[in-house]
């Protein structure tokens, strides 16, 4: 890529889905993480063979999209299964000999409803990322040559850790490719490398794990946390996730 700066395009970090409204996102890639564990399970289903995954906000329209399409119902809400779906959000619920071939319909707490966000401001590409999905997101971001939005699911509209550090460890590959004037950008990369050699120790501190460990997902975790063991790019087009690998 070209090395001048004025050539390159932009990359900016939203750190919680309230502060969207805030960013000019019509020609952008936008990234839309929720590391545990919608982007996660989503990398992770679509790795294992799922034909196309459809994320929808509410579960009401999860359990209508679903009979419409025959597809499997998924979601939670405060980490527990919806009444009324079949399935929750763990990525070890979506193994290949129960996946492949398969249309997942999905609605979670934080990040389908940021995926739609998006879409509604314009979004000119969206796709979903994380720590399973590293690898697959970087090079994508890198050919596309396009500006990026890293955007950060949190907790209901509030700010997360865990989100973050994935936008910094994309950011950490992928700098050098764009021009970065945005302190949550920043942020969001000194808070990965200050903690990237002992992440499992660290992520074990963030409220989020307490909040889900207290259901028993402390393995669903830190499968969220390993690096490209999902190596998929969730990409959306004409309303579904498909893998563009």
């Not at 399973?132 to 596309?144: D, W």
């Not at 910094?168 to 969001?188: L, N, R």
Request: aromatic share 8%; glycine share 6%.
């Amino acid at each position: 890529m070209n090395s001048d700066p004025k050539t390159k395009p932009s990359l900016h970090t939203v750190l919680t889905p309230q502060l969207l409204d805030l960013y000019e996102i019509n020609d952008s890639i936008v990234v839309i993480i929720d590391v545990f564990r919608a982007t996660s399970t989503m990398a992770t289903a679509l790795y294992n063979g799922a034909t196309k995954i459809i994320p929808v906000d509410s579960a009401e329209a999860c359990i209508e999209m679903g009979k419409a399409t025959g597809g499997i119902t998924a979601g939670e809400r405060d980490g527990k299964i919806i009444p009324g779906l079949s399935y929750g959000n763990s990525p070890s619920e979506y193994p290949k000999d129960f996946i492949q071939n398969k249309t997942l319909v999905i609605t979670t707490t934080n990040g389908t409803k940021l995926l739609h966000m998006a879409l509604r401001n314009g979004a000119k590409e969206v796709i979903t990322g994380s720590f399973p999905n590293l690898s697959q997101v970087v090079a994508y971001l890198k050919a596309q040559n396009k500006p990026v939005i890293l955007g950060c699911s949190g907790w209901k509209n509030r700010f997360n850790i865990e989100d973050t550090l994935f936008a910094g460890a994309v950011i950490e590959e992928i700098k050098d490719h764009f021009t970065i004037h945005c302190d949550s950008s920043f942020m969001a990369n000194q808070l990965y490398n200050q903690h990237k050699n002992n992440m499992t120790e660290y992520i074990k501190t963030v409220t989020h794990w307490h909040r889900l460990a207290a259901y028993g997902l402390e393995l669903d975790m830190l499968y969220c946390i390993s690096k490209d063991i999902a190596p998929s790019l969730p990409i959306f087009k004409d309303g579904a996730l498909i893998n563009g690998v």
